[in-house]
């Protein structure tokens, strides 16, 4: 008798523990492995459950809980300076480089396309580089120019326009087609007009927009790093969308070296724009040497053509820019657009 009173006093004592333990045992092993999370937020200060509440109340509760916390966190906009420009960079250019290996420095890119991974891009950025015959050229900008640009935190992709056939070179027209072409794929804020054959030492030289439009070469090598002239407004250009909008683009005349892009300052100067410019220490580029084009003779009608800008501007642009696309191909470093813009 005396064995079942102990027993008698040490269950009525530790029973109701005992119970919430074996309760507890017996709930976590049923909701054990894949909702071992939904288990720790249930215990969060700020969950409460109420009496009454269904097993599938409580669920659902969980679930919602976790969805909250499994949920990204959206990225703070990228620094007014990104804390990864190094500044002036001593520039190279290897023989032995290929393709291929400028491809493996840039696993990041994605169909010629960056995007920062730990902040949110100020501008998105579309580069369009017009291209005939300058393989070794822009194997030289694509090794240059995809670091230079992810230092600066930008969200850019690299358009390249390829000029079908042997007729005379239209550098200004294709630039009117990577235009027209690259809002295909994306709004893009900002644009950048870039000659293959000039590479950007400084990277405190931003390839974004500005309120008024920028031509961001000052200075290269083969003038000294000093303006090629008053009023140049060639080589790398920055426009916003809507910027090169209202000036119309570039004219689609201009076939052969030299004129356009004095007929696009022009019209920036009809619009009451103002060309502002990077310090001249900081705008400074590598040209690669070359011999000139076949097919990119100089433009024995530029002037002429220069005279009429003013009168021409509102139907000579993108609202009058007829190609035929040959062809799109998304290679891992930028996107190939391969047209037929007529002939001259």
């Known amino acids: 008798m005396a064995f079942f009173f102990h027993l008698k006093r040490i269950l009525h004592k530790y029973f109701l523990p005992l119970f919430l333990l074996l309760s507890l045992l017996v709930w976590f092993t049923a909701f054990s492995g894949g909702k071992l999370k939904s288990f720790h937020i249930s215990l969060a200060p700020t969950q409460t459950l109420y009496k009454g509440d269904s097993l599938k109340d409580e669920l659902n509760i969980l679930v919602k809980a976790s969805n909250r916390i499994d949920t990204p966190k959206p990225k703070e906009e990228c620094p007014q300076e990104s804390p990864l420009l190094r500044g002036a960079v001593k520039l190279t250019f290897e023989p032995s480089l290929t393709l291929k290996d400028v491809e493996e420095e840039n696993k990041e890119v994605t169909e010629g396309q960056y995007e920062p991974l730990d902040c949110t891009s100020r501008q998105s950025v579309a580069i369009l580089i017009p291209h005939r015959n300058r393989e070794r050229h822009l194997l030289y900008i694509l090794h240059h120019l995809h670091p230079f640009l992810q ?12 000029q079908a056939g042997d007729e005379t070179f239209n550098r200004a027209k294709l630039l009117n087609v990577g235009y027209l072409e690259a809002l295909k794929d994306y709004d893009w804020d900002c644009f950048i007009f870039h000659d293959v054959d000039l590479v950007p030492e400084n990277d405190h030289n931003l390839y974004v927009c500005d309120e008024q439009p920028k031509h961001l070469v000052v200075g290269r090598n083969a003038t000294g790093y000093k303006l090629r002239y008053k009023g140049y407004f060639g080589g790398v250009t920055a426009l916003t969308k809507d910027q090169f909008y209202q000036v119309n683009g570039f004219s689609n005349a201009y076939w052969g070296w030299g004129g356009e892009d004095d007929d696009l300052r022009i019209r920036v100067e009809l619009q009451k724009m103002k060309i502002v410019r990077p310090p001249s220490d900081v705008a400074r580029y590598t040209m690669v040497f070359h011999n000139r084009d076949s097919g990119n003779e100089i433009n024995k ?20 820019c007829s190609y035929k696309t040959l062809s799109i191909q998304r290679l891992p470093l930028y996107v190939n657009v391969t047209v037929d813009i007529g002939k001259p």
Request: no cysteine.
């Open 151 to 162: 230092r600066q935190q930008l969200h850019y992709s690299i358009y390249i326009i390829q």
């Open 301 to 320: 009608y530029r002037m002429e053509l220069l005279r009429k800008t003013q009168h021409v501007w509102r139907k000579d642009g993108i609202n009058s």
